[in-house]
């Protein structure tokens, strides 16, 4: 086997697949990446099981070959090396040698018949949707936050794939907050799947500047992503989701406009009194005829009370966790957001003003 | 107490968890199917027994770990596995051995089927041993227990090197060294009491295995005081009382643990009497450790009671929090394991309880880094760890505080916090300030504000007047703890 490249184009492959050859797993062959020269196409795979990173690298010349080496070290060595040198990797007899100008080191490799092999889509009865790379990472990035990591809680690790109203929409949540996102409108199939939080997390973080579009493929008990040169396969989590569209209320009563900026000043300076308790719990009131305010006590501290003045037609008020709100306005984009409630036992409603594509619903917190 | 309502309820996730396909569907076998299941069970134990030798060790635990055979139906054998990677690996590498070993274990069958079953139990662990592999268990298990006099009762990961010594045990811990070195003179006996959880066992297990390491020869008993008299009671049942207490005096060392469960047991106490007379007057050491002193300790006999304690009594304190971290710096040394300082140090900050409590948040800290991928410090940040609910606990309001020590007192705020110096009143408001010292950790100034007392130094007597009284009277410590929980309740 012989691959010749581009120092730059071979550490960002390896950085991004060595992200998962953690060897957290008993199987020790799961530290080394798969790198696999067939017709002068080479790909770098690493897996751990609940997902795979398979990246195709563009190279100058080839022969054809396959071997496992351990990525972490092979990914530092490479990074480490001179931006824009010309890299040779030679194998002979499982042991792997990187030359790079007056640079060189050879590493022990391992057959790569222990590698294990990674399922595959079956596209013909897959579900794929594509959509733009940057709608899909600030999708996920609104969503993700929501979801949970107990793991005693399958279902609420992951994010909802589903349709309905011919959208696809995600979903995530851990109990005390919710968040949705319509992601795709006028789909064609059905869909009703859950992909682990930790999966897309890899994926976001393969995500780079010169890529467009997502495909993403879904088969009963796996999903595919295909981004530029990346492939990122991984498990769905085998559960059934909560009905979660029953939980966002719908007669709120109280509507409130609040530029997003100045809320998430005032929960900041709220949130500094709210530390100390518990549950970081801040009070939210609306006033006629045209106060909005937040409050927060720490006996030991002394207190905080701002203000914002927006139009009040219901007075109500409502006490939240002062990091899952800040959690939620961080994630809204447009410079006014809609708040809704209806008394200080039912969820608080965030959207961004004029837009129904984004939800995230807040519990509040009772005394 | 602010307490975040969840936005789905317990019960709605048991349903749905419940109504998930795969669950229902293997629930109904086992109730229709439970011969077969039983059956099947034991084949595919045998089949992996048999692929177990065939490929390494690594490669059986990761492919073979939790699979299961979900069912044998019309020559099709559905095999049960994690996820669709295993479900490729084992069809494409494994698929001959499982066909061949279910063959052999005389199944027929035309196809092997895998099916993904996350939240399926493995019927059978792949470690399990197969019938001709178990070997009787009796032979390895020694008879601990069988009696007191067949082993020392020490166990030898306590030692004085690793009892960390800080302002709360510096005397005890330093009796205890002069004992190692002189033991049945000085502090002889070594009465040593605390509350739960800290260090008591340690330091007397510490002790007795120093003592047996420099003089190998000696003759040394611990044993918690509930061991010393079931075995009493057992003997005289024999009819071997005599050997029993005969036994004991040929001891150099005797160490007795939990001494304040000898409540009601009186011929044991006359029994342990006896033995402590004996001992004593040979010289030899007597350790003991309870939860209070012996004049406290319910219907123990005064004349034990005033011998127990007449080299001294020597408390275990609560560590403060250097030696918290101390404590916690050692153990993760000892563990190799790599924590930082500042997660340390919040641990140490929020388990206010006793040290045992202290290492077991520690190690779930430690578990859960190893689990999650995280260092101690970023699970802490991300709000993953909650550190012991119970000791992290605070009273929400000084009033609060005020009310309920006056109620359980029965008295109103406003007669405690009077100018009153009746006895009790004045106790009561003593309670008080001490509660809001150490519950509340205000300054004594806000105290004297709060309770209308003249000024700081009246707090800061009433509270130092508490703390001294605790060590004696220990009808106080059960009334503040009784306190305790009403405002925590």
């Not at chain 1, 589903?162 to 995600?170: E, F, Q, R, S």
């Not at chain 1, 927006?310 to 002062?322: A, P, R």
């Not at chain 2, 929090?321 to 563990?335: P, Q």
């Not at chain 2, 409590?357 to 991300?382: A, C, H, Q, W, Y």
Request: a neutral charge; hydrophobic letters at 40%; one cysteine or more.
């Amino acid at each position: 086997m012989e691959i010749e490249v581009s120092q730059s184009k071979l550490a960002k492959a390896l950085n991004n697949v060595s992200r998962i050859a953690t060897g957290k797993v008993t199987l020790p062959v799961l530290n080394n990446v798969l790198i696999r020269v067939e017709k002068n196409k080479v790909s770098l795979v690493t897996t751990n099981l609940d997902m795979a990173i398979v990246d195709f690298l563009p190279v100058s010349d080839s022969k054809d070959g396959v071997i496992t080496v351990p990525a972490k070290l092979l990914a530092e060595f490479i990074s480490n090396l001179p931006r824009n040198e010309k890299i040779k990797i030679t194998v002979k007899d499982y042991k792997i040698t990187v030359t790079a100008g007056k640079y060189s080191s050879s590493i022990n490799g391992t057959s790569a018949d222990d590698f294990p092999e990674l399922p595959e889509i079956n596209e013909k009865n897959a579900v794929i949707f594509k959509m733009g790379i940057d709608e899909f990472k600030n999708g996920i990035n609104q969503v993700a936050i929501a979801s949970s990591s107990d793991l005693t809680r399958p279902a609420l690790t992951g994010v909802y794939f589903n349709t309905y109203d011919k959208t696809l929409a995600i979903a995530a949540t851990d109990g005390y907050r919710l968040a949705e996102k319509k992601l795709v409108k006028n789909v064609q199939s059905d869909i009703s799947v859950i992909v682990p939080t930790s999966s897309l997390q890899e994926v976001l973080r393969s995500i780079d500047d010169s890529m467009e579009e997502i495909e993403i493929s879904f088969n009963d008990d796996l999903v595919r992503f295909r981004l530029g040169e990346v492939e990122i396969i991984s498990k769905l989590i085998d559960a059934s989701y909560p009905d979660y569209k029953r939980l966002i209320p719908k007669d709120n009563n109280i509507k409130l406009d609040v530029d997003r900026e100045e809320l998430i000043r005032v929960t900041k300076l709220a949130a500094l009194f709210a530390r100390r308790s518990a549950s970081g719990s801040i009070v939210c009131e609306a006033k006629k005829p045209d106060v909005f305010s937040v409050r927060s006590v720490a006996s030991e501290l002394g207190e905080n009370d701002s203000t914002i003045e927006t139009k009040v037609e219901e007075e109500g008020k409502i006490s939240l966790n002062s990091r899952f709100l800040s959690d939620a306005l961080n994630v809204l984009d447009a410079k006014t957001i809609t708040l809704e409630f209806a008394n200080s036992v039912s969820p608080i409603v965030l959207k961004n003003k004029n837009s129904d594509d984004y939800t995230h619903i807040i519990m509040p917190l009772n005394s | 107490m602010w307490k975040n309502t969840p936005l789905i309820s317990q019960k709605y996730i048991t349903q749905y968890f419940n109504s998930n396909k795969t669950c229902g569907k293997l629930h109904q076998k086992v109730i229709y199917y439970f011969e077969k299941e039983v059956t099947v069970y034991n084949v595919w134990k045998n089949v992996l027994a048999e692929i177990e030798q065939k490929i390494s060790a690594a490669n059986f635990s990761t492919w073979f770990q939790d699979t299961s055979i979900v069912s044998i139906e019309d020559g099709v054998v559905i095999i049960g596995v994690k996820n669709s990677f295993y479900v490729k690996q084992l069809r494409s590498k494994f698929l001959n051995l499982i066909s061949d070993s279910l063959s052999k274990n005389g199944v027929e069958f035309n196809e092997i089927e895998f099916e993904v079953q996350t939240k399926t139990k493995s019927k059978v662990r792949p470690r399990e041993v197969t019938a001709s592999e178990v070997t009787p268990i009796k032979k390895h298990i020694k008879p601990i227990k069988n009696s007191l006099l067949s082993s020392n009762g020490l166990n030898s990961k306590y030692t004085l090197d690793n009892f960390i010594v800080g302002s709360n045990n510096d005397l005890a811990a330093s009796a205890a060294k002069s004992i190692v070195d002189a033991p049945g003179t000085r502090y002889n006996p070594f009465f040593l009491y605390g509350g739960p959880g800290l260090g008591k066992t340690h330091l007397v297990q510490a002790i007795g295995n120093e003592l047996l390491r420099r003089n190998p020869d000696f003759k040394i008993l611990y044993t918690p005081i509930a061991d010393f008299y079931s075995d009493f009671i057992n003997s005289v049942l024999k009819g071997k009382g005599n050997e029993f207490s005969q036994k004991f005096r040929t001891l150099d060392c005797l160490i007795i643990d939990d001494f304040q469960f000898i409540v009601g047991k009186e011929k044991s106490q006359e029994e342990f009497f006896n033995i402590f007379n004996a001992l004593y007057q040979l010289n030899k050491q007597i350790i003991i450790t309870s939860d209070r002193l012996p004049n406290q300790i319910k219907s123990v006999d005064e004349r034990l009671a005033s011998r127990l304690a007449m080299a001294g009594a020597f408390d275990l304190q609560l560590p403060k929090f250097e030696d918290k971290c101390a404590i916690l710096r050692s153990k993760a040394d000892l563990m190799g394991a790599k924590i930082e300082d500042e997660a340390i140090e919040y641990i140490a900050e929020n388990v206010n309880t006793n040290i045992r409590d202290l290492e077991g948040e520690f190690s779930t800290i430690l578990l859960m880094s190893d689990v999650r991928g995280l260092t101690p410090l970023e699970l802490i940040n991300k709000g993953a760890v909650n550190v012991s609910h119970t000791s992290k606990l605070r009273p929400t309001s000084t009033k609060q505080v005020i009310e309920k020590v006056a109620k359980y007192y029965q008295l109103t705020p406003e007669e405690m916090c009077s100018k009153s110096r009746v006895a009790n009143i004045k106790t009561a408001r003593q309670v008080a300030m001490y509660i809001l010292s150490k519950e509340m950790s205000m300054s004594t100034t806000k105290i004297a504000a709060e309770v209308g007392v003249k000024d700081h130094t009246t707090v800061m007597h009433g509270i130092k007047k508490i703390e001294q009284d605790l060590k004696l009277n220990f009808a106080l410590r059960d009334q503040i703890d009784e306190i305790k929980e009403k405002i925590y309740g």
